[in-house]
């Protein structure tokens, strides 16, 4: 179970991973609205926000991240830099997460996760080999007791 959880991690965390490699690369920088605040800390500073925005095609509205703190604090109408993918403009982020260091958390908690799932794996592998070689010399033939 634990290496289910620790393979979902590390897949959310690669996700994420490419979708800010291509942002980095083919992403639009422009200025957001905050729209409205959708995620708080128990300290009440926002940590998820919907934001709008101007495109080429047209106003997007799209909920993002936010780094929680008083000199952060996003509220409505505060303006903050993000980057967009042009081909997909709901696939936004906030210019600050672009270098990764967010996800890297998320990654870390995977191989957290992962090393006790890779510890209980081989502690269970080496007990069915440790059982199946018990039931194999219980099943040789007792050079006393031919036939048996």
Known sequence: MLATIAAGIGWSAAQEYRTLANLRHQGL??????VEITGRTEEGWAT????????????????????AG???DAKPGTRIP??????????????????GHDVDGIRQG??????????????TVR???????????????DAHHPGT
Do not use: C, H, M
């Open 110 to 123: 995977s191989i957290v996760i992962g090393l006790p799932a890779a510890g209980f794996l081989a502690g």
């Open 70 to 72: 008083s000199a952060t």
């Open 127 to 141: 007990e069915v080999v440790r059982a199946k070689r018990q039931t194999d010399s219980s099943k040789t033939p």
């Open 29 to 34: 920088r422009t200025d957001a609205t905050v």
């Open 48 to 67: 998820a926000v919907t934001v709008r925005f101007a495109t080429p095609s047209g106003p997007v509205q799209a909920e993002v991240d936010v780094q």
């Open 82 to 99: 993000v980057v967009y993918n042009p081909a997909r403009p709901t696939e936004v982020r906030p210019t600050a997460y672009l270098d």
